[in-house]
Structure formats: structure tokens, C-alpha cells
């Protein structure tokens, strides 16, 4: 039977092995090629859909409180008459 450790000091060492291995391809990035981190300015395409989405999520949210507002007009009405 095994040592309680001992598999963990095995999963240790893989995770030493996985991470030298990222480091290796992360540092033979071109010289060309792009940061992944960097920021790129959006294309007028982006910003017309940006446009539109936040367009329809107000749109959504205006007419869920006007509904909200509407039933609550209706039941102060029925309750109070």
C-alpha cells in the first residue's frame, strides 16, 4: 500500500511538467504576430452590433417595467374598488 502523499507528490511533479511545457511555446511567439493581451480598436461592424444589442436590452427593460407598472395599476385598481 502506498504512502497517503505519494500520489499527490506524483501530481505535483506532472503539473511541474505541464507548466515548463506552456512556458517553452509561450516563449516562441513571431515576432509578427499579435499579444493575445493586447487591445484592438472595434471595427465599425462591432460597434453597429454593439449598438443594436444595447438598443434591444433597453428596449427589453423599458417594456418589463411598463408591463410591471400596468399590472400594478390594474390590481390597486381591483383591490381598491
Same mark, same amino acid.
Given at each position: 500500500?502506498?504512502?497517503?502523499?505519494?500520489?499527490?507528490?506524483?501530481?505535483?511533479?506532472?503539473? #511541474?511538467? =505541464?507548466? @515548463?511545457?506552456? *512556458?517553452?511555446?509561450?516563449? %516562441?511567439?513571431?515576432?509578427?504576430?499579435?499579444?493575445?493581451?493586447? $487591445?484592438?480598436?472595434?471595427?465599425?461592424?462591432? #460597434?453597429? =452590433?454593439? @449598438?443594436?444589442? *444595447?438598443?434591444?436590452?433597453? %428596449?427589453?427593460?423599458?417594456?418589463?417595467?411598463?408591463?410591471?407598472? $400596468?399590472?400594478?395599476?390594474?390590481?390597486?385598481?381591483d383591490v381598491f374598488l
Open positions: 500500500m502506498e504512502p497517503t502523499g505519494c500520489w499527490f507528490n506524483r501530481l505535483k511533479s506532472k503539473d #511541474k511538467l =505541464k507548466s @515548463a511545457k506552456k *512556458k517553452d511555446t509561450a516563449g %516562441n511567439v513571431k515576432e509578427g504576430s499579435k499579444a493575445p493581451n493586447s $487591445e484592438e480598436a472595434p471595427s465599425n461592424v462591432t #460597434k453597429q =452590433k454593439v @449598438a443594436a444589442a *444595447k438598443q434591444y436590452i433597453e %428596449n427589453h427593460y423599458k417594456k418589463q417595467m411598463k408591463d410591471l407598472q $400596468e399590472r400594478k395599476e390594474r390590481w390597486l385598481e
